[in-house]
């Protein structure tokens, strides 16, 4: 079997495995594709049967035409102002509660966890009208801007989640303890070796972490299609269905607008992706 493998890898100037992930790579590359070329064509090519695979003439004002129908200026900041709040308090409080569930031993840390881990296991469409009825409760009894129809509403179920904290708690086990104990007994506090020591070792957990959190917070649909109706409340995804009407949909004008929302995530994994294999192995040595 050595032998096949080493005369294969002679006659081809790559994996094999190759002749394989190149075609489900394409394959899953198709809808972005075909994303892009609708995005470029007249409102005709896009609704003519055949498809037409490439426009006579790519309409680039299909993009200036999108921005300017929608305010999309306004969507692109409620959607960053949702992520960023999102994405600093789940860095926060998840990497402070998975310090604690690696590190600190305390009574019933283990029911604890394994109570936070079952919650993975539940969709959210069971639970999102008790998230709503909280939610709404908030709005009326503490800050109305936390209440329905604001965007504030898209951030309190999101400030901290339980992948998040099962993340970092798998990853900050990792972390030799050795270093935590000899800054402990230089009189660091839990909160300095936790800040000076552990995260900073960190960050390719940290990152990946930040990527899954933006990623989801970004492309939210359902969410925020239950809790928000006014149009100055609106995320991206929401503001998409602009261009579709009861009984005629934009497909040039959607296309180009999900090419801009998309802008921004590709954005983000390319800078992250460098990290996710990483943080994902290191993640998996300790249970």
Known sequence: MTTMTATTRRRLPFSPWHLV???????LLVPLLWMLITSLETEGEANHFPPVLFPAKPRFANYTEAWAQAPFGHFFLNS?????VVLISNLVVCSLAGYAFARIGFLGRGALFVTLMATLMVPFQVTMIPVFLIVKW???NVWEGLGIDHIGALMLPNLATAFGIFFLRQFFQTVPVELEEAARVDGTSRLGVLFKIVLPLSLPAMSTLAALTVLTSWNDFLWPLIVITSQD???IPLGLSYFQGAHHVQWPL????NVM?????LLVFVIAQRYFVQSVASTGIKG
């Open 261 to 265: 929302s998309l802008l921004p995530m």
């Open 80 to 84: 960053l102002t949702v992520t960023a």
């Open 233 to 235: 409340q609106m995320t």
């Open 21 to 27: 992930l190149i075609p489900l790579s394409f394959l």
């Open 254 to 257: 959607l296309m180009a607008a």
């Open 138 to 140: 908030f709005g009326d």
